[in-house]
């Protein structure tokens, strides 16, 4: 729930608290939104946060640390990205063996064809796909700023280097970057109301 509400993609990232938080305790929240209809995405996961404050006596603060982790750089003969047209819709597609399933896509069969398809795609987007796949932060330093339309395909399990460099012309370089932490100074198990 932390991580959805404050935007973590990595559970590693969210470090400290009392055991319980990561021991896998689980917990019901219901909250009722006045219109659902209305509501923006943003503003539920404010109101997840002030859950999670309330209920949960959540103290946090967050801090950067230097770890292991890749910047994402632009290769010596530059990138091969192809610009959206502004009339495109944003769409994306991830596959694995030729599959959507979940399962699949968190954990391909070593050698299983991956596919990343995607129209109007910023490399912010690209990033937060492939941190998954390589297990490591990624941080941009290509300093592009388009919206892109990417086709990606690489063998689960291999370094993505090759493929990136190759299909896109980006590479990622092993560097000691900087990454925001969530730390949980303090918080407590709710009581039944």
Known sequence: MIGLAYGIT??????????????G?????????EDPRSATEAQLLT?????????????FHREIREVP?????????????????SDEQRTFSLTAGGTTDLAALKFPTEGAPMMLVAQ?????DL???????????????????GLYDIKLSWEARES?????QSQLGLRLESRKIPVQFFV????EKPTQN
């Open 25 to 33: 305790d689980r917990f019901d929240l219901e909250a009722k939104v």
């Open 160 to 164: 993505l280097s090759a493929p990136l």
């Open 120 to 124: 109007k795609f910023s490399i912010e």
């Open 184 to 187: 949980i100074d303090s918080a």
């Open 69 to 85: 982790g890749f910047l994402m750089v632009t290769a010596k003969d530059g990138p091969k990205l192809k610009e959206s047209s």
């Open 127 to 145: 990033i937060r796909i492939l941190q998954g796949y390589v297990g490591s932060n990624i941080v941009d330093e290509t300093h592009l700023t």
């Open 10 to 23: 990595r559970g590693d990232m969210v470090t400290g608290g009392p055991d319980w938080i990561e021991n």
């Open 47 to 59: 109101l997840l946060q002030g859950l999670l404050i309330e209920r949960f006596k959540l103290k």
